[in-house]
T-cell receptor, first 112, second 113 residues
């Protein structure tokens, strides 16, 4: 069972570079989420989607963009990487609404 | 605004002891309170959850106690084992409206053998 798959697992970016964090789920879940986790800060919601073609901002959306063209995929785009975006990023999905999300294993991003 | 406050930040317990992690919330509209367990290098995983119509929920060695008037809820791990060593997050949401989860800051639990 794949669940939620994130790639890459690790990445080092230079300031100003761009990248896309990939997320795929094979559970046919409608809801998908992107969180960032900073030490001692819990998880902060970046963006979420309630279905294909629908996305909305979370608590900390600045510097990120998302798209949801299909149910399965929910990529997160960083356009101009900044050191403040150094974090661990988690993608998650749930069937109908928040609570009981399945999380991916995370992408550790360092911006230097 | 931090709507869910979690304590302690870290906790060390001896094997067989009871681990207690507390959370307090501000928004009285919250009606769904899950706890997540996260092992190093892994994503969080749902451990146990409670709704405010009950004051306690138990699943094996894990118990959530809920105090609606005090706006507090806690996780109790009985007979703590080294394998329970992980980071624990509480969270809250307004389930009826399908709102997003608000997470606490996390507690790093270490259970010594």
């Amino acid at each position: 069972n794949a669940g939620v798959t994130q790639t890459p697992k690790f990445r080092i970016l230079k300031i100003g570079q761009s990248m896309t964090l990939q997320c795929a789920q094979d559970m046919n879940h409608n809801y998908m989420y992107w969180y960032r986790q900073d030490p001692g800060m819990g998880l902060k919601l970046i963006y979420y989607s309630v279905g294909a073609g629908i996305t909305d901002k979370g608590e900390v959306p600045n510097g990120y963009n998302v798209s949801r063209s299909t149910t399965e995929y929910f990529p997160l785009r960083l356009e101009l990487a900044a050191p403040s975006q150094t974090s661990v990023y988690f993608c998650a999905s749930s069937y109908s609404k928040p609570g009981g999300e399945f999380f991916g294993q995370g992408t550790r991003l360092t911006v230097v | 605004q931090q709507q869910v406050k979690q304590s302690p930040q870290s906790l060390i317990v001896q094997k067989g002891g009871i681990s207690i992690i507390n959370c307090a919330y501000e928004n009285t509209a919250f009606d769904y309170f899950p706890w997540y367990q996260q092992f190093p290098g892994k994503g969080p995983a749902l451990l146990i959850a409670i709704r405010p119509d009950v004051s306690e929920k138990k699943e094996g060695r894990f118990t959530i106690s809920f105090n609606k008037s005090a706006k507090q809820f806690s996780l109790h791990i009985m007979d703590s084992q080294p394998g329970d060593s992980a980071t624990y997050f509480c969270a809250a949401s307004i389930d009826r409206s399908g709102s997003r989860l608000t997470f606490g800051e996390g507690t790093q639990l270490t259970v010594n053998p």
